[in-house]
């Protein structure tokens, strides 16, 4: 059963990346599904941390969906933006806290035998799940390192299928970083700044 449900992850995996890196927002759909089956295999590989943040994947997958349909200006499609110079701040203090904060409680409660690595690949995947739900073209660059610690995590952990999906992820969140740069010079410079805001 845990090879079946890594399988599936590995498959519903690839299809959210292919519809993130076109910027579709029924990524938002398998956004809430793939959490669902990865509950599983993370409970039972012991990455207590991974668990609980498919909880959060699950309601800013809700979040997400509307912003990307409602979010731009007037109620229309949110359109690709810059992360806006004033947040990258809030994001690094986010990140450093809850990692942080991550850690200790997976030192402190639970078996965990890679709590730092565990709490920050969670720590920067809700902050990069957040900037992928503002639509902000550097999410991209936050998905890299957690592409990148997750592959070496699940090969320690061992979840191969899971550690594959990953190490494909790396390449393709950098050409996904390129594209979305692309697709939001090609977007009506008036647009992008209404939405900007």
Known sequence: MGRIAEIAGLLL??????????????????????????LYVYWNAGLYADFTIDIYY??????????????????????????????????????????????????????????????????????????????????????LVVDAVSAALYVRKGIPFYAVLYTIYVPIAWLGYLRWLRKMKTAPEDEALKNAE
């Open 13 to 38: 995996g690839l299809l959210y990346l292919w519809l993130e890196y076109r910027a579709d927002w029924k990524l938002w759909i398998v956004s809430i599904i793939m959490p669902i089956n990865s």
């Open 58 to 143: 699950v309601l800013i997958a809700v979040y997400g969906y509307y912003v990307w349909r409602h979010g731009g200006h007037k109620g229309t499609e949110r359109p690709i933006v810059r992360t806006p110079r004033m947040a990258w701040p809030l994001l690094f203090a986010a990140s450093v806290l809850l990692w942080v904060g991550i850690a200790q409680t997976l030192i402190h409660f639970t078996p965990s035998t890679v709590p730092w690595w565990d709490a920050l690949n969670t720590a920067l995947s809700i902050v990069a799940m957040w900037m992928l739900a503002r639509k902000w073209v550097e999410q991209w660059l936050v998905w």
